[in-house]
C-alpha cells in the first residue's frame, strides 16, 4: 500500500505559478504509476496529468503547455509544476499513486486562482 501526502496548493492570480508536491511511501512506490487529479464540486475527479513507472507521460488537453509533471524516484516524490494558471484550473488537486490495479489517493491540496 502506498501513501500519500500532498502539499503547495494555495491562492494565486491568474497568470501565475504554484508547484505541488506528493510525497509517497510504503511499498514499491517508485514501481506505481503517479498522477494528479482534480476535483470541483459536483462534478467527476478528472485526470491533469500522469507519469508511469517507465516515465511515459499523459496531460489534459486543458492543461498541455501549461502544467509538467515530474518524478524524483531517489526521493519518492511527484511534483506538478502548474504555470499560466487560469481561473478554470481551480479545483481541489489530489496525488495519485496506481500498483498493480490499486489505486491509492491523497486528502487532497486546494489550488485558488484568481481573475
Known amino acids: 500500500q502506498v501513501q500519500l501526502v500532498e502539499s503547495g496548493g494555495g491562492l494565486v492570480q491568474a497568470g501565475g505559478s504554484l508547484r505541488l508536491s506528493c510525497a509517497a511511501s510504503?511499498?514499491?512506490?517508485?514501481?506505481?504509476?503517479m498522477g494528479w487529479y482534480r476535483q470541483t464540486p459536483g462534478k467527476q475527479r478528472e485526470l491533469v496529468a500522469r507519469i508511469r513507472s517507465g516515465g511515459g507521460l499523459n496531460y489534459a488537453d486543458a492543461v498541455k503547455g501549461r502544467f509538467t509533471i515530474s518524478r524524483d524516484n531517489a526521493k519518492n516524490t511527484v511534483s506538478l509544476q502548474m504555470n499560466n494558471l487560469k481561473p478554470e484550473d481551480t479545483a481541489v488537486y489530489y496525488c495519485?499513486?496506481?500498483?498493480?490495479?490499486?489505486?491509492?489517493w491523497g486528502q487532497g491540496t486546494q489550488v485558488t486562482v484568481s481573475s
Open positions: 510504503g511499498t514499491s512506490s517508485r514501481d506505481a504509476d
Open positions: 495519485n499513486a496506481r500498483l498493480w490495479g490499486v489505486d491509492a
